[in-house]
Nanobody, 127 residues
Framework: QLQLVESGGGLVQSGGSLTLSCAAS????????LGWFRQAPGKEREGVSC????????YYTNSVKGRFTISRDNAKNTVYLQMNSLKPEDTAIYYC????????????????????WGQGTQVTVSS
């Protein structure tokens, strides 16, 4: 059973940076597509970014393009989300997610596309 644990959240000023990590246990990640989602208070959970199992395919929601970078290190069984130029509207609980797939070069950014979820890490951006 795959388990995911996020870390790296915290409080940062507008314009600052944070790097989120999501460490997996129970299975190796090399056959999983991985995604980052976030949920702000009173809002639905939304997709932020995803990366294919092969690592060559990535996707970002429009609001984070050019500011966030997703990456994976299969040797460390970890996926990362580098977040730069943070804005108050980025404040949310950030979740990582994983789905076993045979497709190596594409990922999807919808909640239904992922079975395994972490518990989330809080990111707060002050203005």
């Amino acid at each position: 059973q795959l388990q995911l644990v996020e870390s790296g959240g915290g409080l940062v000023q507008s314009g600052g940076s944070l790097t989120l990590s999501c460490a997996a246990s129970g299975s190796t990640l090399d056959r999983y597509r991985l995604g980052w989602f976030r949920q702000a208070p009173g809002k639905e959970r939304e997709g932020v970014s995803c990366i294919s199992s092969g690592g060559g395919g990535t996707y970002y929601t429009n609001s984070v393009k050019g500011r966030f970078t997703i990456s994976r290190d299969n040797a460390k069984n970890t996926v990362y989300l580098q977040m730069n130029s943070l804005k108050p509207e980025d404040t949310a609980i950030y979740y990582c997610a994983a789905e076993l797939t045979s497709v190596q070069n594409m990922c999807v950014l919808r909640r239904g596309g992922y079975f395994y979820w972490g518990q989330g890490t809080q990111v707060t951006v002050s203005s």
